[in-house]
């Protein structure tokens, strides 16, 4: 398993308990809206977009309500959700390791600002779009749960529903697909008696970045979750690659 991989699922460990809820919340939200926007309307049966989104917003206990409302800003019902738009931008963290930051913001000024500061901060460097994206592919994600299968066994099923690679996560299993593909992909999996955990639109590195030093590593990780704090910042995406003893040490 790859030290990225690895980082994922400590992550999906931790959930959103070292998050504030109402920020978790708000940031659910604002992406809920854009899907409605930008996704093809608040229908999620013929919306994915929105329909993943929704989904997310779901795992973590959201309110019904607030998930309605959020749809509702995505039709230009109850004002604000009009002057959400989203934005991304890319740099380097320590160790030259590349950095996509996707944000979704009613003021793009201050997103670049804040975001831009986090990075150089933490001893980065700003770029310009297309500088890392380069070094990135779109996929779908679907996690699915060993539940006493092997890896293998899940590999080839995965394979058979047309999923384009697969990673070993400690208790899950990262199945990777072509982004249109992944609802096509996840029918076919619970066909199979597989269980679908998380499914979201990922950017999966496709060039790595080793980082075998300790206190770089450090850094990147600390610069990763400072980016997610952010109130705008919806998804980091980096290329490091830490070997897992480091990361359990984090």
Do not use: C
């Not at 991989?5 to 940031?27: E, H, L, P, Y």
């Not at 831009?116 to 779109?138: H, Q």
Request: glycine share 12%; charged share 30%; no cysteine.
């Amino acid at each position: 398993m790859s030290g990225h991989s690895k980082w994922s699922q400590i992550k999906r460990q931790k959930g959103v308990a070292d998050v504030k809820r109402g920020q978790a919340f708000t940031k659910l939200g604002n992406a809920i809206t854009i899907a409605v926007r930008e996704g093809g309307g608040g229908d999620p049966v013929s919306n994915f977009k929105l329909r993943l989104a929704i989904d997310q917003a779901r795992a973590v206990n959201m309110p019904k309500e607030n998930i309605q409302r959020a749809i509702d800003r995505g039709l230009g019902k109850g004002g604000g959700g009009g002057q959400l738009e989203s934005v991304a931008y890319e740099g380097y963290g320590p160790g030259k390791v590349g950095l996509i930051v996707e944000a979704t913001t009613d003021n793009r000024n201050r997103a670049l600002s804040e975001i831009r500061g986090v990075i150089e901060k933490s001893g980065g460097t700003f770029a310009s779009l297309g500088a890392v994206s380069w070094m990135f592919k779109d996929q779908g994600l679907i996690t699915v749960p060993r539940d006493g299968k092997s890896v293998d066994e899940i590999f080839e099923m995965a394979a058979e529903a047309g999923a384009e690679d697969v990673e070993e996560a400690g208790d899950l299993v990262e199945v990777y697909t072509k982004p249109t593909e992944i609802e096509t992909v996840r029918r076919a999996l619970l066909e199979k008696g597989l269980k679908a955990g998380s499914v979201e639109l990922v950017k999966k590195p496709t060039t790595t970045v080793e980082i075998a030093d300790p206190e770089t590593a450090k850094k990147v990780l600390s610069l990763i979750e400072k980016l997610e704090e952010l109130d705008d910042v919806q998804k980091v995406y980096s290329n490091f690659d830490i070997p897992d003893e480091i990361l359990a040490g984090k």
